[in-house]
């Protein structure tokens, strides 16, 4: 479903849910659980952006405001609606945004060949990273990827589709896999929207995410 649809579909959602949660146990009861429920994921946002300082504010308050709504208003479809209430609750949570793109990132990780020809190569990353070479342990893995620089970590990332490439066994080719996966995600924690924004653009196995990690920074200090 497009996004605008989805939108909607949430906002009646939470409506009909919180009108439900009203009639079921009272306006007081409403009211006290939008604020526990907000306050209870304003509490974990702040600890996952604490170090964004001022800037994490309005994320957090987005977070506080969509949970203190939401989460009792699936409590209210659930309990009065049962079965279908179960449904729409699963279908608008399986259709989130951040879910789907992590699970397409996940895929992408697995995918064995690209539709196109993969992009030149890239340079070699100084050492400690490098990738191991084809006839090497490829399951050696490369140490503390937090240390990485946007830039560096996607080198990495487009350089490991190479290896995939000239992989020569079934348990090489695994390891890789498995390495590209820490690869996207690492990518995920710094960036969710820039990784969401680049495979929303038809990212390919071997594209280069930086671009859109790197747009999406100058926005948010913009």
């Known amino acids: 479903m497009s996004g605008r649809v989805r939108s909607w579909c ?9 009108f439900c949660v009203v009639a079921t146990w009272g306006l007081q009861w409403a009211f006290t659980s ?32 969509a949970a203190g709504l ?18 729409v ?9 951040a879910l789907t793109s992590l699970v397409r990132a996940r895929r992408l990780a697995r995918g064995n060949r690209p539709v196109v020809q993969p992009e030149p190569a890239t340079p070699d990353l100084p050492a400690p990273w490098r990738q191991p070479a084809p006839n090497s ?14 830039d560096a970590l996607c080198l990495a990332w487009r350089r490991s589709f190479l290896l995939l490439e000239e992989a020569r066994s079934a ?26 924004a680049w495979l929303a653009s038809g990212a390919r196995a071997s594209g280069n995410p930086f671009p859109y990690l790197a747009d999406h920074q100058r926005r948010q200090a913009g």
């Not at 609750?89 to 945004?97: E, R």
């Not at 342990?137 to 946007?150: C, F, G, K, Q």
């Not at 348990?171 to 969401?196: F, N």
Request: hydrophobic share 55%; glycine share 6%.
């Open 70 to 87: 939401i989460a009792p208003a699936a409590m209210g479809l659930v309990v009065v609606c049962k079965l279908a209430g179960v449904l």
């Open 171 to 196: 348990a090489e080719r695994l390891s890789i896999v498995e390495q590209r996966q820490k690869y996207l995600d690492e990518l995920h924690q710094r960036s969710p929207e820039g990784v969401a």
């Open 34 to 65: 939008v604020v526990l429920f907000g306050a209870s994921a304003a509490i974990v946002a702040a600890t996952i952006w604490a170090e964004d300082g001022r800037r994490a504010v309005p994320k957090i308050a987005r977070v506080a405001l």
């Open 10 to 18: 949430v906002y009646l959602a939470t409506a009909a849910g919180l």
């Open 137 to 150: 342990s490829a399951a050696e893995p490369v140490r503390e990827l937090s240390a990485l620089n946007d």
């Open 89 to 97: 609750v699963l279908m608008l949570a399986g259709t989130t945004p």
